[in-house]
């Protein structure tokens, strides 16, 4: 995934960064400033540009957005990349209120900063915002994971009930028959469940 590099890779490769700017001037400062602190400028576009695409072609490891004021077409390519392809996005803008960060931080953005770019700080806050991106994406995964193994006890509990329904076995020894069914078929306990279920559900048809 891009932004999630080894500490090996880190070393190896300069960070690859994706631009979105419309002032020539600022991004020939910031490259000089980048590649003086090891990163490299992959591309750079305008803000009417199709941001998604132009990320799903070069997968950078960093996205930094420059712009005068945040607009909405931008923060919603920025939705659309933090849900597809999510990668750390660090925004500079010259002027913004408090409704308008909220939205760039709901739009997955990592690091926003207000007052515009000083090539000098780029560097620091791109690592802020990579350390808080992949802070954001363990916690996403976490979460994923929590939820996945409720959706699948949920699962089998329904199989349980089923089966001490249908049999007259106790909780133990519906549970047990479902493992006995998992090892014995080399499957998971959720698969035979889900079997279990569908098959139920034939019968009542």
Do not use: H
Request: hydrophobic share 45%; glycine share 4%.
């Amino acid at each position: 995934m891009a932004g999630e590099r080894s500490s090996t890779d880190a070393i190896a490769q300069p960070l690859r960064v994706l631009l979105v700017d419309e002032d020539s001037r600022r991004v020939a400062a910031l490259e000089a400033s980048l590649q003086e602190t090891g990163c490299r400028i992959v591309a750079v576009i305008g803000p009417e540009d199709d941001l998604v695409e132009r990320v799903r072609a070069i997968a950078p490891d960093v996205i930094i957005v420059d712009l005068d004021s945040p607009r909405r077409d931008t923060l919603e390519s920025m939705r659309a990349i933090t849900r597809d392809q999510p990668c750390p996005i660090v925004m500079f803008v010259d002027s913004s209120d408090e409704r308008m960060i909220e939205q760039a931080i709901g739009a997955g953005v990592s690091a926003y900063v207000i007052d515009g770019l000083n090539a000098k700080r780029v560097k620091p806050i791109l690592d802020v915002a990579i350390a808080q991106f992949k802070r954001y994406q363990a916690l996403r995964q976490e979460l994923e994971r929590a939820k996945t193994a409720l959706e699948e006890r949920k699962v089998i509990e329904r199989a349980k009930g089923i089966l001490m329904e249908q049999k007259r076995l106790s909780e133990e020894d519906a549970y047990q028959m479902l493992r006995r069914l998992a090892m014995d078929q080399n499957k998971r306990l959720v698969d035979i469940a889900q079997g279990l279920i569908t098959y139920a559900q034939i019968l009542r048809q």
